[in-house]
């Protein structure tokens, strides 16, 4: 689970991120803010319509559309990552240090794992095939311990 930062810190992530989106050109519109911020007020992974609900608690004219349209931006813009669990939609936080996850077939519990385990993985899959592994994006698919039981 990822780590709650304190109140300062959020706006002081979100400033960070519009200087590295503005840095490359892009702008920073009042709804990218919105998302930013509760992307930084609530880490972890959040799916869309969770995320519009927390952009609507501020500003409630905010459609899901938009929220889509800014999402796909501040993914390719790399400030947003997006992983696909087993069960649900996908799921969005902040770009951070890599890391991976883990996915329960069974519960849909998704844990996050340091990137540094796929270390070996991602260096042979590169080797072999000219596969580059980004496990941010998506959940190793196994059974949690709870559901092991």
Not at 30 to 36: C, F, N, S
Not at 100 to 106: F, P, Q, W
Not at 125 to 130: F, K, L, T
Not at 133 to 143: D, K, M, Q
């Amino acid at each position: 689970m990822a780590r709650q930062a304190p109140a300062a810190e959020h706006d002081d992530i979100v400033e960070s991120l519009v200087a590295r989106m503005r840095a490359h050109g892009d702008r920073a519109t009042p709804a990218r803010r919105l998302l930013l911020q509760a992307l930084a007020d609530k880490p972890g992974h959040l799916s869309a319509e969770k995320l519009a609900a927390e952009v609507r608690a501020r500003a409630p004219g905010v459609n899901i559309t938009t929220i889509y349209r800014n999402l796909y931006e501040l993914e390719r813009l790399k400030v947003v990552d997006r992983t696909r669990p087993v069960h649900g939609p996908a799921t969005y936080h902040l770009a951070s240090a890599a890391h991976g996850h883990l996915a329960c077939a069974e519960c849909g519990t998704v844990t996050e794992i340091p990137g540094r385990l796929f270390a070996s993985l991602a260096s042979q899959a590169s080797a072999q095939y000219g596969f580059v592994i980004e496990p941010h994006r998506s959940a190793v698919v196994g059974l949690c311990s709870g559901c092991r039981r």
